[in-house]
C-alpha cells in the first residue's frame, strides 16, 4: 500500500493529469472536436458477454471523437480501481464498487455468476454437498470485492486459492481439483474446456452483478469522456440523470 507521502504524491500527480484534461477539452471545444486523450480500461473477459456490446461501444466512440488518442487496457477488476484512482485510466467498464464512495458508478449491463466444477467425461456435475468428500477445493478470483468473495464463508470446503483473472479461476477449474465462479456467458464460450459443468444444487449460490462505467470523483469530465457517455446512453438506453 501507499505511504502517506505516496498518497500525497498521487493526489498531486491526479491533479496535475485533470489540469491537462481541462486544457485539452477547451482546446477542442474551440474546434469543436473531442480531441486530447482518453483512457478505457475494461475488465478481462467482458468481450464474451454479449451484453456488454464491447465492438459497438468501441466503434461508435471513435467515429464520434475520431480526432482522440485513444488506448484500452484489459485488467482484472481490482486492478482497474487503482488504475482510476491513479488516472492511469479515465473510465473503467466493470462491476459495480461496493462500499467505495469515491467512484461513480453508471449502471448498464448484468454479468451473472454460477458455480462450476471439471468433471470426467460423461460424469454427472457434483452436488454442492458433495464437494468437501470429493477433495474438492474452491478457487476465487484474487481481490474480488463484490457479493462472490463472500462465498468462501459460505461453503466449508478445506482447499481454497486465489487466483488473479477469470483466466485463472477457469484454468484451475480444468484440473478437476476445484470450485469456483465464473460469469455464465464465460462458461458458455468455454465449452471446449474439458467437462465444465455446474455444480448440482448450488443454484442458490448465484451472483449477478451490475456492470457499466466508472470514473473517480475527482476525475475531471472531459469532452472525449462526455462523448463516451453518450455513445453508452445511445447503445445500452440512458441510465445517467
Excluded: W
Excluded at 467498464?93 to 464512495?101: F, T
Excluded at 468433471?119 to 456435475?125: L, Q
Excluded at 468437501?132 to 462465498?151: C, D, K, N, Q
Amino acid at each position: 500500500e501507499l505511504t502517506e507521502l505516496g498518497q500525497a504524491a498521487l493526489l498531486e500527480t491526479a491533479a496535475v493529469h485533470d489540469l491537462f484534461a481541462r486544457l485539452n477539452t477547451r482546446l477542442g471545444e474551440a474546434r469543436a472536436a473531442a480531441s486530447g486523450a482518453l483512457t478505457l480500461a475494461v475488465a478481462d473477459n467482458c468481450i464474451t458477454n454479449e451484453a456488454a456490446r464491447m465492438p459497438e461501444l468501441l466503434s461508435g466512440f471513435m467515429e464520434a471523437a475520431p480526432r482522440c488518442r485513444f488506448t484500452l487496457h484489459i485488467m482484472p477488476p481490482a486492478r482497474l480501481r487503482d488504475a482510476l484512482r491513479s488516472r492511469q485510466a479515465d473510465i473503467a467498464v466493470v462491476g459495480e464498487p461496493l462500499g467505495e464512495d469515491d467512484f461513480v458508478f453508471i449502471p448498464h449491463f448484468k454479468e451473472e455468476f454460477r458455480l462450476y466444477v471439471s468433471v470426467p467425461e460423461g460424469e454427472a456435475a457434483p452436488h454442492l454437498s458433495q464437494l468437501r468428500a470429493r477433495g474438492i477445493g474452491l478457487v476465487v478470483r484474487e481481490g474480488e470485492r463484490t457479493p462472490t468473495a463472500a462465498l468462501g464463508l459460505r461453503l466449508d470446503l478445506d482447499l481454497r486459492v486465489n487466483a488473479s483473472g477469470l483466466e485463472a479461476v477457469a484454468l484451475l477449474l480444468s484440473t478437476g481439483r476445484f470450485a469456483g465462479l465464473l460469469p455464465t456467458h464465460l462458461a458458455d464460450a468455454m465449452r471446449g474446456l474439458p467437462r465444465l459443468k455446474e455444480v448440482a444444487g448450488a443454484e442458490h449460490l448465484a451472483v449477478t452483478t451490475r456492470f457499466g462505467f466508472v470514473v473517480h470523483t475527482r476525475c475531471y469530465r472531459s469532452l472525449a469522456m462526455e462523448r463516451l457517455f453518450d455513445v453508452g446512453d445511445a447503445i445500452y438506453g440512458r441510465q445517467r440523470g
